[in-house]
């Protein structure tokens, strides 16, 4: 299957190729200065795991609120920035009412 020049009919082909399901977009945004950074999509909302997610921003260097995500999920850039790298430490695991939750950074960069 080619890439198409609709990036949301691509995804909506995936979701369906891989057996995942619309549960929803989240957009995470600088707590300073208002810039939209990230894009979550959740994709298998009933597995059992969460995920806390924070966002830095390309723009002015702060950061975004978290975000606590339940269920598997997707990363992607938003209109005008792009994701740099994610970034998960080892040890950022914690227990909260026996589901594992792991804390992830996502870094992002202003285009060129």
Do not use: Y
Not at 17 to 33: A, Q, R, T
Not at 62 to 77: A, E, N, Q, V, Y
Not at 92 to 103: I, R
């Amino acid at each position: 299957m080619g890439q198409s020049d609709n990036p949301t009919r691509d995804f909506a082909d995936r979701c369906a190729s891989e057996s995942v399901s619309d549960g929803g977009k989240i957009i995470l945004k600088c707590s300073n200065c208002g810039a939209s950074l990230v894009e979550i999509w959740r994709t298998r909302p009933n597995v059992v795991v969460k995920t806390k997610i924070v966002a830095t921003c390309g723009v002015c260097g702060d950061r975004s609120f978290s975000k606590m995500i339940t269920g598997g999920f997707h990363i992607g850039s938003v209109e005008g920035g792009q994701v740099q790298m994610t970034n998960t430490k080892q040890g950022e695991t914690t227990e909260e009412d026996g589901v594992l939750v792991t804390s992830l950074t996502v870094i992002t960069e202003k285009p060129k």
